[in-house]
Each structure stands twice: as structure tokens, then as C-alpha cells.
């Protein structure tokens, strides 16, 4: 994910545009403009459809209406594919209404991974009632792979004091609402996120 910080106000007509390239690559490739988050004074956003093991430069373009205001440069790397499995934790099939809380310390040279079991299908639907569908709590070298995960009126997955983790080929839909809150504001279009 993206997150731009700025100083100052800002109007209703500025935006954050977002492209990015392979390094090396002459040709940019635009992505989506990033969210205002007024209260932390921030655009945040994601990248998607990189490969992995490659390095990467985003450029940031906040404008209003239309006018250039100032432009940051980035660089940096997806992580490689493959990592060492150390445990295989299946989750039960069906649709589960209880968020999914993860605590798991994994190690470089043995991550834990959360998935379905074979020919299994599990939904998380924590609904709007709770913050988030996935919680990593004080987690590491975690992977949470093939889960629909839906709900969560702030996240659908959150993530506090864990580091290095990977969701990935996980439909991901039905939660918050991006931007600013809106109590009592219906649940957001539905998006399937994969690799």
C-alpha cells in the first residue's frame, strides 16, 4: 500500500494521482488515485498487479483542480514469492461470523501459513458490526492465503505491532467505507483482489 502525508488544508478538488514502473522501464502505468484520509493527513492506496521480486518507482502527483501542487518520487521492492513453510494451519470450511485473530510468530526460515484445507472454501464474514474480518496482533512470518474475507466497519484486515505478513489470492469485499466514516452508510462494492 501507498501512504502519502501532507501539511496544510486542502480543498475538495484535490486529488492524489498515482503512477508507477518497473524500474528501468521508460513507460509509466497509471494507477488508482489514492484516498484522502483527512484526519490523519494522509492519501493511502495500493498498487496492484506487480510481479514479484522486482524493483519499483511510484510517483505521487497531488493536484488541485487540476493545478500541480507537489510531487514525491518512490522507490522500492515487492518481496519474492517463495518462503520457507514451516506450519500449515487449515481453517474449518464454511462462513465464520467471528473475526479471525492472529498471533502467530513464524520465523524467517519457517513461515506459518492460514488456509483453507484441500478442496475447502472458508468465508470470514466478521459483518458491520466488528472493526475488522482479520486481525494480526503482535504476529510474524504469517501468510493468509485463499479466504474470502468479508466485513469490518473501519478494515476488513487490520494489523497491529506484527511485521512481516502476506495476504495474497484472497477475495477481499463488503467492508468500510473508504475516505471518511459515515455511521449507518451501507457496506462498499464488492472488489476480488489476487495476485
Request: charged share 25%; glycine share 12%; hydrophobic share 35%.
Amino acid at each position: 500500500g501507498a501512504r502519502i502525508g501532507y501539511d496544510g488544508g486542502l480543498t475538495g478538488k484535490t486529488i492524489c494521482r498515482m503512477q508507477y514502473r518497473k524500474q528501468g522501464d521508460a513507460e509509466w502505468r497509471q494507477g488508482m488515485d489514492l484516498v484522502p484520509c483527512p484526519w490523519d493527513q494522509e492519501f493511502r492506496g495500493s498498487v496492484f498487479w506487480l510481479s514479484p521480486g522486482t524493483a519499483y518507482e511510484v510517483e505521487c502527483r497531488l493536484l488541485d483542480a487540476g493545478k500541480p501542487l507537489s510531487t514525491v518520487r518512490l522507490t522500492g521492492a515487492t518481496w519474492a514469492e517463495d518462503v520457507p513453510i514451516g506450519e500449515v494451519r487449515h481453517l474449518p470450511a464454511g462462513t465464520s461470523k467471528t473475526p479471525l485473530v492472529i498471533r502467530d510468530q513464524g520465523k524467517p526460515d519457517a513461515w506459518i501459513v492460514y488456509r483453507p484445507a484441500e478442496g475447502g472454501a472458508t468465508t470470514i464474514d466478521a459483518g458491520w458490526e466488528a472493526e475488522q474480518a482479520v486481525l494480526f496482533q503482535d504476529a510474524a512470518y504469517v501468510i493468509l492465503e485463499n479466504v474470502t474475507l468479508r466485513g469490518g466497519s473501519r478494515h476488513c484486515v487490520s494489523i497491529a505491532k506484527s511485521h512481516h505478513l502476506r495476504v495474497r489470492r484472497c477475495d477481499i469485499a463488503d467492508w468500510g467505507d473508504p475516505g471518511t466514516p459515515k455511521p449507518g452508510k451501507g457496506r462498499s462494492p464488492t472488489v476480488a483482489i489476487e495476485p
